[in-house]
């Protein structure tokens, strides 16, 4: 059986102000926090033992996952005093796994949306004979990931964080955040100190001559990091474009939870979801957009690729384009907010106080 180690401890940064209150893995993506999508997905897969390396916000996991076995699996929490990185988390959790030192063990970045076929990457570990297998996805801008290129025979010839220069950029092929380890090695990172697993631990194998093995496919694959990609993620959850066992209800245009009350003329489409308790007005049109539990959208609102806050409201008419409103924000009518604009949580923007829009 093999066992899985999930990364969740980051401060989600990038995705404040969501990430406020909402450890990253925790803010709902079709209903239900992101995480439970990635544990489904494991279990689906076969793992049945997962380990969560938690930091920020630790507090919030266990009381919602309790042992895992709502999710048929059993669930491990264990929470650093400081962070330790991404290498360290690893480390960390180490006494916990169950694993020999030849036995594979899956490890996750706790903020990727995708549809690997996790058996085939433990296959390739396998067949390859390798100490270190790792997904690869290809992007087309690479700047933000690891690079990660390979041989013909898909051995790892170097490992290239978030490059700074153009000519470290000799690749499209990126670390996707799925790596299998031998359990061995996983001890082999020194303990009680920050480590990361991208800039000390890959880079160290390799000049050790350690054996990292590369597997790239072309399956659906989106790192959850910013507000943008966050939004596009649910929607494509509620769509069926990413597959997960844990979208509650069917896949369509729309996901209307439980307890969220929606007119009858309200248009939302996109794979929009409405969160239990939310209400959407008379005529709103809600596209691509995720509006989280209790958020109010008032009537002739018009709501695209957004994400709005729990207990956000959005007055009447007011026009929202990629904009991320904070939790309990209240935006007033007739305002228009684009471009990634962030409204931060508990704000107020009265009644048509703001036009921003990029073509003015
Ligand atoms: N427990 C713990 N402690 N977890 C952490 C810590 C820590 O100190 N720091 C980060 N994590 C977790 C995050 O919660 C996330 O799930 C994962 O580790 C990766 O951290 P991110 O902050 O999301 O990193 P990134 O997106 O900039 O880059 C990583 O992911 C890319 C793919 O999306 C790297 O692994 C890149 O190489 C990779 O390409
Ligand atoms: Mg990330």
Same mark, same amino acid.
């Given at each position: 059986m093999t066992e899985a180690i999930l990364l969740v401890g980051g401060k989600g940064t990038r995705l404040r102000p969501l990430t406020v209150h909402t450890p990253?893995?925790?803010?709902?993506?079709?209903?239900? =926090?992101?995480? %439970?999508h990635q544990l489904a997905r494991a279990r689906a897969a076969g793992v049945e033992h997962i380990v969560l390396a938690t930091s920020y916000l630790a507090e919030v996991f266990e009381p919602h996952f309790g042992d895992g076995s709502d999710l048929g699996l059993h669930l491990e929490y264990v929470t650093?005093?400081? =962070?330790?990185? %991404?290498?360290?988390?690893?480390?960390?959790v180490a006494s916990r796994l169950h694993s020999a030192p030849?036995?594979?063990?899956?490890?996750?970045?706790g903020d990727i949306l995708t549809g690997l076929d996790i058996p085939a990457l433990v296959d390739t570990h396998r067949t390859s004979g390798a100490d270190v297998s790792l997904h690869l996805s290809r992007v087309e801008d690479p700047r933000a990931y690891g690079l990660v290129p390979t041989d013909g025979s898909g051995r790892v010839t170097a490992f290239l964080e978030k490059p700074q220069t153009p000519e470290e950029i000799v690749?499209?092929?990126i670390n996707a955040g799925a790596y299998v380890f031998n359990r061995s090695v996983i001890d082999t990172i020194p303990a009680d100190r920050p480590v990361s697993v991208e800039r000390e631990t890959f880079p160290g194998l390799l000049a050790d001559g350690a054996h990292l093995q590369g597997m790239v496919d072309s399956t659906y694959w989106l790192d959850l990091g910013t507000p943008q990609a966050f939004v596009r993620g649910s929607a494509d959850l509620v769509l069926g474009r990413a597959p997960s066992p844990a979208v509650p209800g069917r896949c369509g245009e729309r996901l209307v939870l439980d307890t969220a009350r929606v007119a009858a003329d309200a248009k939302l489409t996109g794979g929009t979801v409405a969160g239990p308790g939310s209400r959407i007005g008379a005529g709103a049109r809600v596209e691509g957009s995720t509006v989280l539990r209790d958020a109010v959208i008032e009537e002739g609102a018009v709501v695209r690729d957004s994400l709005i806050g729990a207990g956000a409201r959005i007055g009447a008419r007011t026009v929202l384009d990629g904009a991320v409103i904070g939790d309990g924000a209240v935006i007033g009518a007739d305002n228009e907010l684009r471009d990634g604009i962030r409204v931060w949580c508990d704000a107020h923007l009265p009644d048509g106080s703001v036009r921003f829009s990029s073509d003015q």
């Open positions: 990253k893995p925790m803010v709902p993506a079709a209903g239900v =926090p992101f995480l %439970t650093e005093e400081e =962070p330790l990185g %991404t290498g360290g988390a690893i480390r960390n030849g036995d594979p063990v899956l490890i996750f970045n690749t499209d092929q």
